[in-house]
């Protein structure tokens, strides 16, 4: 027990028995449960040496599969941000159908599987507009536009979702005083609206980023998995595993470890900076 | 956003009642709900437990590293789920850093529905400890305080005053945990070993039928698993409402 200090009564857990168990036992879980397997990555990559590494690493299927996942979460990430702006916009300016809302958030909730699945009912070739594009010699599935399009759609919460409540929150009143003084609406949003909300829209991206960039799921099943044509780099991660060859799996892995790192790392910095 | 929805409710609807019920309660089809279920059960069991202790020792504790260990908690979350299935096998295969110490006390995860579970733990791990955090933030040291000169033991405090504070928002923490656990697919599809009928997710299942291009198939087991979603959706949205009535209770 510890004496009582005087002024200040000690809060739950502050004793130095309590205090030291609870850390320690803390610290040693994140590390058994979320840090061994980011080291295993590395070691196991690693493992063949850094000529091995490297040579896994340029591999041709693989760097085709990282400049696809470049592309698409470039696309996607520009097209979200624009959207989710958009939707956040709307659906603070003008009182929308709560429905609107949940339609918004239900690609966060469900699996990325049944994504894929829905778009393939779309636009394959048995899929509602299916007859219609092949009318019009139009290939959609197993292409990298299927790829952007279920990646799109499975990753359209994210930028919304950071920016409606400040959105919300802001109101429109210094919109109105931009419009009032003669401000045109563009004028407007480049010049009011938009750096209101500018860390919150880049919060949004980086989240937006990682999760397409490891988007699997959803991607699996409209892709079609060509090697080194429509093969995003979690699909040949999971291809390279598949054929027991450990060191290229690993290799692949790393560089998508280092941008979950990165991401974490910028996120950070914009915590900071947003609470500074 | 609704298109896609409205396509596979079509094809759903294509089916006659009886061929939608053969094929979502055929045996694979029950077998994979209940690997499904389980895992996603002992992953929120162990992710309640583990956001909890996290929630608390981020929030009373000033410690070096405690900035680190707050940008951990995210990592799940950055970390493609293909990239945590493979690591998460090599580390509990029978010759793996995990695997080789567990093997000789008979504890088997890999290609077990307990690594169905940890699969499912690690990629919802942030969840009840992001919920949580906030509201164990807002606590204010004085309610402690007047608790404690009234006499009140820290059990009682523990107990009376902050378990009731952080309950809602942990309820909903666990229901998020559940709903991602039971949509997720890169993390576990590695480390299942995917045995029909004894380890295969019912995510799988959909892209095994889908493979086979057997769509009716693939369109029904894949509607089962948007309706739970549905359904866990509605859920996590009662929870947080209540979560929301409650707070202002107590303000």
Redesign the interface.
Same mark, same amino acid.
């Given at each position: 027990m510890r004496p009582d200090m005087p002024g200040?009564?000690?809060?739950?857990?502050?004793g130095p028995v309590a205090?030291r168990v609870?850390?320690g036992?803390?610290?040693l879980?994140?590390l058994?449960?979320?840090?061994?397997?980011?080291a295993?990555?590395f070691t196991?990559a690693l493992a063949a040496g850094p000529e091995g590494y490297l040579r896994a690493i340029t591999d041709g299927d693989t760097l085709h599969a990282i400049v696809l996942t470049l592309t698409t979460a470039a696309i996607v990430v520009l097209i979200n941000m624009l959207f989710g702006l958009a939707a956040a916009w709307a659906l603070s300016r003008f009182r929308g159908p709560a429905l609107l809302l949940?339609?918004?958030?239900?690609?966060y909730?469900?699996?990325?599987?049944?994504?894929g699945?829905?778009?393939?009912?779309?636009y394959g070739n048995?899929?509602?507009f299916g007859p219609w594009l092949a009318a019009h010699d139009i290939r959609l599935m197993f292409t990298p536009a299927a790829i952007i399009l279920v990646t799109l759609?499975i990753t359209?919460p994210f930028v919304a979702r950071e920016l409606l409540p400040l959105m919300q929150a802001q109101g429109i009143d210094e919109e109105e005083a931009a419009l009032s003084l003669g401000a045109g609406f563009w004028r407007t949003m480049t010049d009011v609206t938009l750096p209101n909300v500018k860390w919150a829209l880049l919060y949004g991206a980086i989240?937006c980023t990682?999760r397409s960039?490891?988007?699997?799921?959803g991607v699996?099943?409209v892709s079609g998995n060509v090697r080194g044509q429509t093969n995003t780099?979690?699909?040949q991660?999971?291809l390279l595993?598949n054929d027991y060859n450990?060191t290229g799996?690993?290799a692949a892995?790393t560089t998508?470890?280092l941008l979950?790192?990165a991401?974490?790392?910028a996120?950070?910095l914009l915590e900071r900076r947003r609470t500074a | 956003?609704?298109?896609?929805?409205?396509?596979?409710a079509?094809?759903a609807t294509s089916l006659s009642w009886a061929a939608y019920w053969t094929i979502i309660s055929s045996p694979r089809a029950l077998s994979s709900y209940r690997v499904t279920l389980t895992g996603a059960l002992i992953a929120t069991v162990w992710n309640a437990i583990?956001g909890l202790?996290?929630a608390?020792?981020?929030v009373?504790?000033a410690?070096s590293?405690r900035?680190l260990?707050d940008?951990?908690m995210?990592?799940?979350?950055?970390?493609?789920?293909?990239?945590?299935g493979? @690591?998460?096998t &090599? =580390?509990f295969a029978p010759k793996?850093?995990?695997g080789h110490l567990l093997s000789p006390l008979g504890i088997k995860v890999a290609y077990t529905q307990l690594g169905i579970g940890i699969a499912m733990?690690?990629t919802s791990?942030p969840f009840v400890v992001r919920t949580v955090q906030p509201v164990l933030e807002e606590i204010e040291?004085e309610i402690?305080?007047a608790a404690?000169?009234l006499g009140a033991g820290?059990l009682t405090?523990?107990w009376r005053i902050?378990w009731p504070a952080i309950f809602p928002a942990f309820l909903a923490g666990c229901a998020l945990s559940f709903?991602r656990s039971?949509?997720?697919?890169?993390a576990v599809i590695?480390i299942a070993g995917n045995l029909p009928l004894k380890t295969e997710i019912t @995510?799988l299942l &959909? =892209?095994i039928r889908?493979e086979e291009f057997d769509?009716p198939a693939?369109?029904a087991i894949?509607s089962v698993?948007?309706i739970a979603?549905f359904l866990?959706?509605a859920l996590?949205n009662a929870v947080q409402l209540y979560s929301l009535r409650h707070g202002e209770h107590s303000r």
């Amino acid at each position: 027990m510890r004496p009582d200090m005087p002024g200040r009564p000690a809060r739950v857990g502050d004793g130095p028995v309590a205090r030291r168990v609870l850390i320690g036992l803390a610290c040693l879980l994140t590390l058994a449960f979320l840090v061994a397997p980011i080291a295993l990555i590395f070691t196991q990559a690693l493992a063949a040496g850094p000529e091995g590494y490297l040579r896994a690493i340029t591999d041709g299927d693989t760097l085709h599969a990282i400049v696809l996942t470049l592309t698409t979460a470039a696309i996607v990430v520009l097209i979200n941000m624009l959207f989710g702006l958009a939707a956040a916009w709307a659906l603070s300016r003008f009182r929308g159908p709560a429905l609107l809302l949940v339609v918004i958030e239900l690609p966060y909730s469900i699996s990325p599987i049944v994504g894929g699945v829905m778009y393939l009912l779309l636009y394959g070739n048995q899929g509602l507009f299916g007859p219609w594009l092949a009318a019009h010699d139009i290939r959609l599935m197993f292409t990298p536009a299927a790829i952007i399009l279920v990646t799109l759609f499975i990753t359209s919460p994210f930028v919304a979702r950071e920016l409606l409540p400040l959105m919300q929150a802001q109101g429109i009143d210094e919109e109105e005083a931009a419009l009032s003084l003669g401000a045109g609406f563009w004028r407007t949003m480049t010049d009011v609206t938009l750096p209101n909300v500018k860390w919150a829209l880049l919060y949004g991206a980086i989240l937006c980023t990682a999760r397409s960039i490891g988007e699997f799921g959803g991607v699996s099943v409209v892709s079609g998995n060509v090697r080194g044509q429509t093969n995003t780099l979690p699909l040949q991660i999971e291809l390279l595993y598949n054929d027991y060859n450990a060191t290229g799996a690993f290799a692949a892995a790393t560089t998508l470890t280092l941008l979950a790192l990165a991401t974490i790392g910028a996120k950070m910095l914009l915590e900071r900076r947003r609470t500074a | 956003m609704l298109l896609p929805l409205l396509a596979l409710a079509l094809k759903a609807t294509s089916l006659s009642w009886a061929a939608y019920w053969t094929i979502i309660s055929s045996p694979r089809a029950l077998s994979s709900y209940r690997v499904t279920l389980t895992g996603a059960l002992i992953a929120t069991v162990w992710n309640a437990i583990y956001g909890l202790l996290m929630a608390w020792v981020l929030v009373r504790y000033a410690f070096s590293g405690r900035r680190l260990l707050d940008a951990l908690m995210d990592l799940p979350m950055a970390l493609p789920t293909a990239v945590a299935g493979i @690591a998460l096998t &090599t =580390l509990f295969a029978p010759k793996g850093w995990f695997g080789h110490l567990l093997s000789p006390l008979g504890i088997k995860v890999a290609y077990t529905q307990l690594g169905i579970g940890i699969a499912m733990a690690f990629t919802s791990a942030p969840f009840v400890v992001r919920t949580v955090q906030p509201v164990l933030e807002e606590i204010e040291p004085e309610i402690e305080e007047a608790a404690r000169t009234l006499g009140a033991g820290s059990l009682t405090i523990l107990w009376r005053i902050l378990w009731p504070a952080i309950f809602p928002a942990f309820l909903a923490g666990c229901a998020l945990s559940f709903a991602r656990s039971l949509g997720e697919f890169g993390a576990v599809i590695f480390i299942a070993g995917n045995l029909p009928l004894k380890t295969e997710i019912t @995510a799988l299942l &959909t =892209l095994i039928r889908l493979e086979e291009f057997d769509y009716p198939a693939a369109t029904a087991i894949a509607s089962v698993l948007l309706i739970a979603a549905f359904l866990m959706l509605a859920l996590t949205n009662a929870v947080q409402l209540y979560s929301l009535r409650h707070g202002e209770h107590s303000r």
